[in-house]
C-alpha cells in the first residue's frame, strides 16, 4: 500500500484554481473636463469645427445620461443603468434624432476606457467600428506587434476574428493585451457560447499572444490550456455531492490506494460508481448515514434501484457496481488486519453476497450472445455500406473539382444531380436543386467528410484495430519486413491501446494502398506528414507530437480526427446508406463492430484462433472467442450428413424420376394458385380446408391491388349483418361476425404489402 497519511492536506484537499489578475487603471474616476478633453485627442486634425462640435455634443449626451445613475465612477454608473442586463435595449427612451449621438459618446467612453461593458452587451449592440478605433489609441504598439503573427496566408478571414476578440477581451478586462491569461480566454468562450455565438478564431489569437511574449508558462496551444486534464481523487470524488465528510475522506483515502494499479479511466469510473451511484444513492434515500454498517432494508433498497436507470429502463452492468462495491469492503477488512490504526474503524461486513454475483455468468453468456447476434446482421450489409461510402467519395470529389471552376451563383449538373453555386468569399459553398433547394453546405467539407469516412471504414475493416489505435497511426507505423526468400513485406505497427501490447500486423495490397492515399491526402506543401499531438479522451492527457495519419483541419489548424467524430461519421453514411434488419429495424455500425466483423471473417476464412487473437492483441484466447461469431459449419455440415444417411435408408421410389403426368400435376397446382384476392399459398398436395372461403383462409396472401375487392366483400357482409340482426338471424349473425375479424386481418396484411413496396420504390437503390 502506498504510505499516505489520513491527515495529509495534499490528499484530501483538491488545488486552488488560479486568481485573476488585476485590471489595469482607466479613466473610470476622470471628471467630466478631463473626458472632454481626451475625446479630442479621438479626432482627426482635419476634422471641421461642425464635426468637433458634433463629438462634444455627443460626448456630453453620454455623460448626461450616466450622470443621472448613482455611483462613485463611471463604471459604476454604467452598472446602475442595467444596460449589460438589457442587450440590445439599452439605449433609453430618447428622440430619435439623438440615438446615434449618443451611441457615438458611449462608443468614445469605451475607447477613453472610461466605462467597461460586459461581452453579452458587446454581442447584442454591435457597436460599429469601436474595436478598431481602441486598438488606435489603446495599446497601438501591443496591437502592432500581435498583428504580422495573425496575419498569415493559411489563416483566412480567421485573422480579422483573432485581432477584433483579443480587443473585445482587452475592453471588458482592462487588462493589457500581455496581460491577458487562459481565465480571460475561458470567460470569453462561455459568453460567446452562451449567446450563441461561435468563438472560431480564439487559437489564432492564443498563438498570437504567445508569440510576442504574453501568456508566459502556458501550454502551447489553446486547446491544451483548456483541457480539464487528469483530475486528482479528490477533485474526481467532490463531483458527487457527498454529505458525510467522514465518508468522503474514506473514499478519498480509498480511491488514492487504489489508482497505483489503475489507469485514469478506470480510476474515474470507480469514483463514479462508489461516490455516486453507491453512496450518494444511500444518503438520498436514508439522510443522516455516516458509516458503512447497512442495514439489510437499505441493502435491499439500493439493490433494487440498481437494477434501473432514472428513465425505468433496466441497467445493464449491475454486476460490476456490485463487484466494485464488494471489493471496498473486503479491500477495507484487508488492510484493517494490516494497519487497524488507520483502518479498522471503517472494516464493515459486505453487503453484496456470493448469490449476488451468481449471475455473472449467465449476464456474461447473453451479452456475448447479443454481440454475437449482432455481427452476424451486421456482415450481410456491410458490402452496402462500402458501397455507399465509396460513391459518396467519388461524387463529392467531381463536385468539388466542378465547384472550384463554377462562378458564383451558376449551376451546374453532377452525376444527374443539379448544384448551385453560393455567393461566397473564402469558402465554396452551395446548395443542391433537386426536388427543392436544400441548405447550403461547405462543399471542401463534404469531400473531407466522405474521404474520412471512406478512409475509416477500409482501415476498421481491414485491420480490425479499435478505434483508438486508428487514430494513434502514424506515418513511422509503416515499416517493412524482407522475408527469407528476399519477398519485401509491408507491415503495420499499432501503438499501445488497451492492453498496452505493442503488435505488428502484415498489411495487404488493398490496405496499403488505402494508407497511401490517407498519406498523400494529410502531406503538407513540403511533402511531409505534419506533426500534431493527440488528445487521449480515456487518460485526458496530449501525446507528444507525431506524424498521425488521421488528422485533419479545422478552423486552419490541423488536430488528429476525435473518436465521436469517427462515431458521427459512421452513423451518416449508415442512415444514407439505408441499412435494414429483415424486420425494418435500421442498422448502425460503431467502430467496434468492424473488429469482431474482422475476426469473424477471419477465423471462419480458415485463420486459427491463435493467430487472430495476436492480429487483435488479445491475450486470452477466450476474448477472441467472445468476439467471434462463429457460424456452425461443423452442425451444418454434420445435420446434411444426417439427412443423406436418412434418405438412403427411405425407398428408392420416393427419390425416382417423377413422370409426365405427376409433373404436369404438380405444374398444374401452382397455376391453380391465383385467386380473386391475390395468391394462395397452400403447400402442394393438400386440399382447400376452407371450401374456397378464402377471406378466413390464413393461407391467403393478399394482393395490394384488390383492395377495393375486399372493402366491396366488407360493405356487402356489413349489409347482410343489419338483415341477420333485424331478422334475429343468429347463426348467420355469428358467422357474418367471424368474416368481418378476417377482412380486418387481410386489409391489415395488404396495408404491410403496400407499405413496404412504397418504402422499396423511394429508397436510394429502387432504380438499382
Not at 349 to 354: G, H, L, M
Not at 608 to 633: F, R, S
Amino acid at each position: 500500500m502506498t504510505p499516505i497519511s489520513p491527515r495529509e492536506p495534499g490528499v484530501l484537499t483538491a488545488p486552488a484554481a488560479p486568481a485573476y489578475a488585476p485590471a489595469l487603471p482607466g479613466q473610470e474616476g476622470a471628471t467630466r473636463q478631463e473626458l472632454v478633453r481626451l475625446a479630442e485627442g479621438l479626432l482627426d486634425r482635419r476634422s471641421s469645427s461642425r464635426q468637433r462640435a458634433g463629438h462634444v455634443l455627443a460626448l456630453s449626451r453620454a455623460l448626461d445620461w450616466l450622470e443621472a445613475f448613482a455611483g462613485e465612477d463611471w463604471q459604476d454608473r454604467w452598472l446602475h443603468s442595467g444596460s449589460d442586463q438589457y442587450g440590445h435595449r439599452w439605449l433609453p427612451d430618447v428622440p430619435p434624432k439623438h440615438r446615434h449621438s449618443l451611441t457615438s459618446g458611449i462608443r468614445m467612453l469605451i475607447v477613453l476606457r472610461a466605462i467597461r461593458p460586459t461581452y453579452a452587451w458587446f454581442s447584442a449592440s454591435r457597436l460599429l467600428g469601436v474595436y478598431s478605433q481602441f486598438r488606435q489609441h489603446n495599446h497601438a504598439a501591443v496591437f502592432a506587434a500581435i498583428e504580422p503573427h495573425i496575419a498569415r496566408a493559411d489563416t483566412g478571414n480567421y485573422s480579422a476574428y483573432a485581432l477584433t476578440l483579443l480587443t473585445h477581451i482587452t475592453i471588458v478586462t482592462g487588462k493589457s493585451p500581455r496581460d491577458i491569461d487562459t481565465a480571460d480566454f475561458n470567460s470569453y468562450r462561455a459568453a460567446r457560447l452562451a449567446s450563441g455565438r461561435p468563438c472560431t478564431g480564439l487559437p489564432l489569437a492564443y498563438e498570437a499572444l504567445q508569440a510576442i511574449g504574453g501568456l508566459a508558462g502556458q501550454p502551447p496551444t489553446l486547446r491544451q490550456a483548456i483541457a480539464r486534464g487528469q483530475l486528482s481523487v479528490p477533485e474526481l470524488v467532490d463531483r458527487y455531492p457527498i454529505v458525510d465528510t467522514g465518508i468522503r475522506n474514506l473514499l478519498v483515502h480509498y480511491l488514492v490506494e487504489r489508482s497505483t494499479v489503475l489507469d485514469y479511466s478506470s480510476l474515474s469510473s470507480q469514483v463514479q460508481l462508489l461516490a455516486d451511484l453507491f453512496w450518494c444513492d444511500l444518503e438520498r434515500h436514508h439522510p443522516g448515514i455516516n458509516s458503512l454498517r447497512l442495514s439489510d432494508q437499505a441493502v435491499q433498497g439500493w439493490k433494487e434501484r440498481l437494477r434501473t436507470l432514472p428513465d425505468g429502463s433496466p441497467r445493464k452492468g449491475t454486476h460490476l457496481i456490485l463487484l466494485v462495491v464488494r471489493a471496498l469492503y473486503l479491500d477495507l477488512q484487508q488492510w484493517a488486519l494490516q494497519d487497524p490504526a488507520r483502518w479498522a474503524e471503517w472494516a464493515a461486513p459486505s453487503p453484496i453476497t456470493e448469490a449476488d454475483l451468481r449471475g455473472q455468468a449467465k449476464a456474461d453468456r447473453l451479452l456475448k450472445a447479443r454481440m454475437q447476434q449482432r455481427t452476424r446482421t451486421l456482415v450481410p450489409v456491410l458490402p452496402r455500406l462500402i458501397a455507399t461510402a465509396q460513391a459518396e467519395l467519388e461524387h463529392t470529389g467531381r463536385l468539388l473539382v466542378a465547384m472550384q471552376n463554377t462562378e458564383p451563383e451558376a449551376e451546374i449538373t453532377v452525376d444527374g444531380r443539379r448544384y448551385q453555386r453560393t455567393k461566397t468569399t473564402w469558402k465554396i459553398n452551395a446548395v443542391a436543386l433537386d426536388d427543392e433547394p436544400g441548405p447550403r453546405f461547405d462543399v471542401a467539407q463534404r469531400d473531407t467528410d466522405a474521404f474520412w469516412t471512406w478512409a475509416t471504414i477500409e482501415v476498421l475493416r481491414r485491420t480490425g484495430v479499435r478505434v483508438e489505435e486508428l487514430l494513434e497511426l502514424t506515418h513511422v507505423g509503416l515499416r517493412q519486413y524482407q522475408a527469407p526468400t528476399g519477398e519485401m513485406v509491408p507491415l503495420l505497427q499499432i501503438s499501445p491501446s488497451k492492453t498496452d501490447a505493442e503488435r505488428v500486423i502484415p498489411a495487404d495490397p488493398d490496405l496499403v494502398s488505402v494508407l497511401a492515399k490517407i498519406i498523400r491526402r494529410v502531406k503538407d506543401d513540403e511533402g511531409r506528414v505534419p506533426l500534431v499531438q493527440r488528445f487521449d479522451e480515456h487518460e485526458q492527457i496530449f501525446g507528444p507530437p507525431l506524424p498521425h495519419l488521421f488528422q485533419h483541419v479545422v478552423h486552419y489548424q490541423r488536430q488528429v480526427i476525435s473518436t465521436e467524430r469517427i462515431r458521427s461519421l459512421l452513423r451518416k453514411v449508415a442512415g444514407r446508406a439505408d441499412l435494414r434488419d429483415i424486420d425494418g429495424t435500421p442498422l448502425r455500425f460503431t467502430p467496434h463492430d468492424f473488429r469482431r466483423v474482422f475476426s469473424t471473417e477471419v477465423v471462419n476464412g480458415g485463420l486459427p484462433i491463435h493467430i487472430a487473437a495476436k492480429l487483435l492483441g488479445h491475450l486470452d484466447l477466450n476474448t477472441t472467442q467472445g468476439y467471434v461469431a462463429v457460424y456452425p459449419e461443423e452442425v451444418i455440415s454434420r445435420y446434411r450428413a444426417f439427412v443423406d444417411e436418412r434418405r438412403m435408408r427411405r425407398p428408392s421410389e420416393e427419390y425416382r424420376e417423377p413422370s409426365d403426368a405427376e409433373w404436369n400435376e404438380f405444374r398444374d397446382h401452382f397455376s391453380l394458385r391465383k385467386v380473386a384476392l391475390g395468391t394462395c399459398e397452400r403447400p402442394y398436395g393438400t386440399p382447400c380446408q376452407h371450401e374456397h372461403a378464402c377471406v378466413r383462409c390464413p393461407m391467403l396472401r393478399m394482393a395490394p391491388a384488390q383492395m377495393p375487392r375486399l372493402l366491396q366483400i366488407e360493405r356487402n357482409t356489413h349489409e347482410r349483418l343489419e338483415e341477420a340482426h333485424r331478422l334475429q338471424w343468429l347463426g348467420e349473425v355469428s358467422a357474418l361476425q367471424e368474416n368481418l375479424r378476417h377482412i380486418a386481418d387481410k386489409k391489415r396484411q395488404a396495408e404491410r404489402r403496400l407499405q413496404r413496396a412504397d418504402n422499396d420504390e423511394t429508397g436510394p437503390h429502387a432504380l438499382d
